[in-house]
């Protein structure tokens, strides 16, 4: 309802109340027809769903049929270690991907617990829940706000409502009404639930509780907004969905060749098709991406990039678009004076300040409420953003304070404040500061002397600066200041003030456009300020700023087009950001949305990575978010993007070193079958290589550095699948240099020990070769970098102790079934893995050469 559009009479007469309050009868009736005033809240979910939710992914089911037709075949020990193998990968999943669902709970927090209201013209203190539509709720300094009130008187009220609007400036609220319908943050004759009263007193008729507030807006539009599925979730579930597909097919083809051909037995074709299950089934994979998704989560956390969701890592390095909350995220949240202009011009810092710049100095320092005492400290001082800005410029350019001997507060009718003051030289004067147009209409100026003043103030406010003017009226002779006196004045000087950008904004905003990602601003503050800050940061389309009310007219398709050519936008409310991100994720990209506000946390929540800032940012905010930003600097998000694109790097070469290993122990498997051979290796011996010696091996992987082009490539596209036509060329034929040389080798021998432990011991350390190649997927795998890599060095040890296990101990052969080998034997498979090594290498060069070739082409 557009209440701020009707005069306060005919807001108490719509809701049949009065100035004196309701009756408790009345409020009891009203309660039970409306609600309490409270937030509705989504049904969690159940503790077993949140932990089934992992157990059912594609691969996981068929290894759980795999270890149910063990159980069924009575291999009971190797049914244990299938789901020993499921359930680790469960709770990895549980452990480290849980998102905490908490962002009801912080808006709930927002509203205060008890309220004053007036009741038969009696001062009632009830709870907040209780407060009903017709109240008459009175607001006193450090008071949450706690439904959306018409006001109706107020003194001196100011209130804080950047959670909400995204203004760094608290806003003076009073009692007028509005002919035409304004943005949220200009409707100065409302209060609004979940804001804070920063001083003043006011009265005013609640007009909305609950969900129909605008924090209960916010809420519904976090109702709303479904979790989204990362890029990475997505390809890995594309590429489980082919592996099993792939699986299918094989187990058809088994099946009816070894039935046709050979009359297999059923018992038997059961292990062997389950043989394959395990071996083709890369169960590891899941284990080994969460372990580099974990390290990345440890590496940003020490640069200050909290991350709450193990996918978004990866989803930092797909981002195409970052859009920016201002307030706080781009800037620094603390106003500072930019621009002093007095009667020659510029104020010149660096030079020598004149007795007129002194005096202007002087009226910044001392026209002002939040500073008594010349012995405050500075660093002390809290209140008016505004005026701790002039004290800030002031100070240091030994800006006099002089004590106050009375005062005219500010107020916005007046729209100034004036101070008297005795000076050094002991006469009397008057200070003023106010809106420029104000103090220009009360100065003594000539014709030339008003143009000057008029044309300054147009080029402050069009750089986007808030502009204050100063005065003075000399000679005064009086005790004290009445508004009347404030005439005849001396105009010396105005001074342009702004919430300027953080510097390591605008570095990270530089990096981010050289690689590749689009940074667009969204804000609820002021059209010329944002282009202002937009234009200072370097944004690349300034020129065009839609505000929220241009959104508010369009339709979705109007605005899908138009978002791609716009980066920045103002006065904009919660619903028109989730109306942005819902346009640019529709035109196919990746949107990284940043914001500290309640307002901001929609878009948050629908945006592919939320992020918030954790030190301003609101509880609400942060738990909408995917990522917190420890430090509050937007830097951190550049920084945080490179680890993105390091980790999907790695996990791409991860996935390419796993797939190889299961599909070559899926051939070496049906070779078997289709030669009518025993089967080579046993279910237990295939999850050994599986989730024991190719983990540890791609331990490694994870900790392999940035490549150089990282942050100067542009993102990948967006349907981009994880495994190119190479990828699966790829695959094939080193799957083949794994299977075929270690068949080989392993066939010399008659006893069924020897030549499973040949085989095993073969594949893994192809595997270990293999590996080495993978740290570079077409560079040369022995560079530099390979001995900066201290996890390389760890994680070959640890398959050595592994494998010395398995082969050389009792332990080991009992559990495995394997047998010692001797040196003749172990020098075989070491060569076979040297052979693959070198084939893999010739392989990258050749296909470097080529990709090169074809790019030079394109170019000519």
């Known amino acids: 309802m557009t209440w701020h559009q009707k005069e306060t009479d005919t807001v108490l007469n719509e809701f049949g109340t009065s100035l004196k309050g309701l009756s408790a009868d009345e409020r009891k009736e009203r309660l039970e027809a409306a ?226 051909r050979y009359g297999m037995e059923f018992n038997l074709l059961l292990s062997a098709l389950i043989a394959l299950i395990v071996a083709v089934v890369p169960e590891g994979l899941p284990a080994v991406l969460t372990m580099i998704l974990s390290m990345g989560v440890n590496t940003m956390a020490k640069e200050n990039a909290i991350i709450k969701h193990l996918p978004a890592v990866e989803t930092l390095g797909a981002m195409t678009v970052i859009c920016s909350d201002k307030t706080g995220t781009l800037t620094k949240n603390d106003m ?129 600066r808030r502009v204050l003017g100063f005065a003075v009226k000399p000679d005064f002779s009086g005790q004290t200041v009445e508004h009347e006196d404030v005439s005849d004045l001396q105009m010396i000087g105005l001074a342009g003030i702004i919430d300027p950008p953080k510097e390591e904004a605008i570095v990270a905003v530089e990096q981010c456009l050289q690689a590749g990602i689009a940074v667009k601003m969204i804000t609820g503050d002021h059209k010329d300020t944002a282009r202002a800050i937009g234009e200072t940061l370097g944004m690349k389309h300034t020129c065009r700023v839609l505000e929220g009310s241009d959104i508010e007219s369009m339709s979705d398709a109007s605005l899908q087009s138009l978002v791609q050519e716009v980066d920045i936008f103002a006065r904009t409310t919660p619903e028109q950001k989730l109306r942005i991100v819902n346009a640019l994720q529709a035109n196919g990209e990746i949107v990284g949305m940043t914001g500290d506000g309640v307002n901001d946390a929609p878009a948050l929540k629908k945006a592919d990575i939320g992020i918030a800032m954790g030190i301003k940012g609101s509880d609400v905010s942060k738990q909408a978010a995917d990522m917190i930003l420890a430090d509050d600097h937007f830097a951190t998000i550049a ?69 150089r082009d990282t942050m100067t490539r542009a993102p990948r596209p967006v349907n981009e699948p994880i495994l190119s036509g190479y990828s699966l060329f790829r695959i094939f034929y080193v799957s083949l240099l794994v299977t075929v040389p270690c068949f080989i080798v392993a066939s010399q021998f008659e006893d069924t020990a020897v030549r499973q432990t040949v085989l095993l011991q073969g594949i893994v350390l192809s595997q270990a070769c293999y590996m080495l190649s993978c740290r570079e997927l077409l560079h040369p795998a022995i560079n530099r970098n390979m001995f900066r890599n201290k996890a390389l060095f760890i994680s070959f040890g640890a398959l050595f102790i592994l494998q010395f296990f398995s082969v050389n101990t009792p332990y080991g052969n009992a559990l495995l079934g394997t047998v010692p080998l001797s040196a003749e034997q172990q020098i075989q498979l070491i060569l076979v893995g040297a052979i693959l090594f070198v084939i893999v290498e010739t392989e990258k060069m050749i296909t470097k050469y080529l990709a090169g070739r074809k790019s030079r082409t394109k170019l000519a």
């Open 336 to 464: 500072t004076v930019a621009d002093v202009i007095t009667k020659n011009g510029q104020l010149d810092t660096s030079a020598a300040v004149t007795k007129a710049e002194q005096l202007l100095l002087s009226v910044m320092s001392s026209c002002q409420d939040i500073r008594t005492d010349s012995c405050q400290k500075l660093s002390e001082l809290s209140g008016n953003p505004t005026e701790r800005a002039l004290l800030m410029y002031s100070e240091p350019l030994s800006g006099d304070f002089l004590p106050a001997i009375d005062k005219l507060p500010f107020h916005s009718e007046h729209k100034f404040m004036a101070t008297l003051h005795d000076l050094p030289d002991k006469s009397r004067c008057l200070y003023v500061k106010g809106a420029p147009e104000k103090l220009l209409a009360q100065s003594r100026l000539t014709k030339q002397e008003r143009h000057y003043w008029q044309t300054q103030t147009d080029r402050l406010t069009k750089k986007g």
């Open 35 to 260: 609600g309490s005033n409270q937030l509705s809240e989504k049904e969690p979910l159940k503790a077993w769903q949140k932990i089934g939710k992992h157990f059912v992914d594609v691969l996981i089911i068929v290894l759980i049929a795999a270890g149910i037709l063990k159980g069924l075949t009575g291999d009971y020990i190797e049914m244990a270690i299938i789901f020993a193998v499921v359930l680790i990968n469960g709770c990895i999943s549980y452990f480290q991907e849980r998102k905490a669902e908490e962002s009801l709970d912080g808006l709930k927090q927002m509203m205060g617990m008890e309220t004053i209201i007036l009741s038969e013209n009696k001062q009632v203190t009830v709870d907040t829940a209780a407060l009903v539509p017709g109240d008459i709720v009175l607001l006193r300094s450090g008071d949450v706000v706690p439904a959306d009130l018409r006001l109706i008187s107020t003194s001196e009220l100011v209130i804080e409502e950047s959670v909400l609007t995204g203004e760094s400036v608290p806003i003076e609220k009073k009692e007028m009404m509005f002919d035409a319908d304004v943005a949220l943050g200009d409707r100065i004759n409302m209060a609004f639930s979940g804001t804070l009263v920063q001083s003043g007193t006011a009265s005013g008729v609640v007009v909305a509780t609950g969900d129909k507030t605008e924090l209960g807006k916010i809420n519904a539009a976090l109702l709303s907004v479904a979790q989204q599925t990362t890029p990475l979730i997505k390809k890995m579930t594309h590429l489980n969905k082919l592996i099993v597909k792939g699986l299918l097919v094989l187990i058809a083809f088994v099946v009816v060749f070894a039935v046709f």
């Open 639 to 707: 920084r945080a993007v490179k680890e993105g694109r390091r980790l999907y790097d790695n996990l791409t070469k991860t996935i390419h070193f796993f797939l190889p290993s299961s599909l070559a122990q899926g051939l070496v498997v049906l070779v078997a079958l289709l030669t009518n051979m025993p089967l080579p290796l046993s279910p237990t011996q295939v999850l050994w290589v599986n989730m024991v010696t190719t983990v540890a091996l791609s331990y490694a992987i994870g900790f392999e550095k940035a490549a």
